[in-house]
């Protein structure tokens, strides 16, 4: 990757090749069908048509560029952009593994990769847009690389209040442990998207047309045994940032609490949460 360290995006280069890139590397084939249905959403709202030039941003372990490529065919080609090695270099052996030389990999920070001027027809992410310093830049850069009446389509959360599977163990963590800094709506994060007119006023800016931002309420359904989904739930989320500086009586307080509603919602094989989520569309 060129030297971005000093770069605006430096804290999230740190963060996304540390423990973070790992954890989900580690729990990719587990979160592959948990987001499965909301990259899908993205991708059937955007449309992806064969031989079309695609790019993925922020693709991670690759479960949405591989997608992207089996729909374009070999006649498409798809680049996966991200800053994380480790969870490029499982998106790269998976694209091996599955023979879809047309899907690409670039470890690059999206918001100033030269991508090829005026070339991609689509560029899709899930989950992988909301974490630039200066998204205007970022989305700037971006439509850069696409052509003249090309798609832009990404799925984002909505607010937190509405992904209980954030708030469930958040809402036990915070009986036990200080609540953190009010986070800045500015800063880059998970939720950074939540807010639709903040979204339309970024692509707006960085010269998209007809930005629309569609709801969708929907259910992400963790399997696994209660204790599996419960330790899940605890220590990959948003959540886990809570519990880093617990001692160890207040982590096993806050388990057997988030175990106690993980049981109560198990159906057997999972639980199902209710999870909402905007596809953002806008054109070139
Ligand atoms: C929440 S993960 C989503 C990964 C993947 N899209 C998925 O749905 O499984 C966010 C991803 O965005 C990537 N990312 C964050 N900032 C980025 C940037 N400036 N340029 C490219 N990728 C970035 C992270 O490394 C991470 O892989």
């Known amino acids: ?61 690759g479960a949405t560029s591989l997608e992207l490529a089996r729909r374009v065919g070999p006649m498409g080609s798809v680049l996966g952009v991200d800053i994380s090695s480790p969870m490029l270099r499982r998106a790269a052996e998976r694209a091996a593994a599955e023979s879809l030389g047309h899907a690409v990999f670039a470890n ?34 971006i439509r850069r690389g696409m052509r003249p009446g090309g798609r832009l389509c990404f799925v984002c959360w909505q607010p937190l ?5 954030v708030t469930l163990p958040r809402d036990i963590a915070l009986r036990h442990v200080p609540p953190p800094e009010p986070p800045n709506p500015d800063d880059p994060g998970p939720f950074a998207f939540a807010d639709p007119a903040k979204v339309e006023g970024i692509l707006g800016r960085a010269g998209f047309s007809d930005a629309a931002m569609t709801p969708y309420d929907t259910t992400m359904y963790h399997l ?3 204790e599996e989904v419960t330790h899940f739930m605890i220590y990959f989320g948003p959540a886990s940032r809570l519990l880093e500086e617990a001692d160890n009586d207040v982590k096993t307080t806050v388990e ?25 569309t806008a054109t070139t």
């Open 224 to 226: 696994g045994s209660v």
């Open 161 to 165: 209040i509405k992904n209980a599977w």
């Open 108 to 141: 690059a920070d999206a918001s100033s990769y030269q991508f090829e001027e005026g070339a991609a027809d689509l560029v899709f992410s899930r989950f992988g847009v909301m974490f630039f310093r200066n998204s205007d830049e970022a989305f700037t850069n």
């Open 1 to 61: 990757m060129a030297d971005e360290t000093n770069g605006p995006n430096s804290e999230q280069i740190d963060y996304w090749n540390g423990d973070a890139g790992d954890k989900w590397v580690d729990a990719q084939e587990r979160l592959d069908p948990v987001l499965e249905g909301m990259g899908l959403l993205g991708m059937d709202q955007g449309g992806v048509n064969p031989g079309e030039r695609v790019i993925d941003i922020g693709c991670g372990c």
């Open 256 to 280: 057997a609490e988030v175990r106690a509603e993980i049981a109560a919602r198990h159906d057997g094989e999972g639980v199902a949460f209710p999870a909402a989520v905007w596809v953002a």
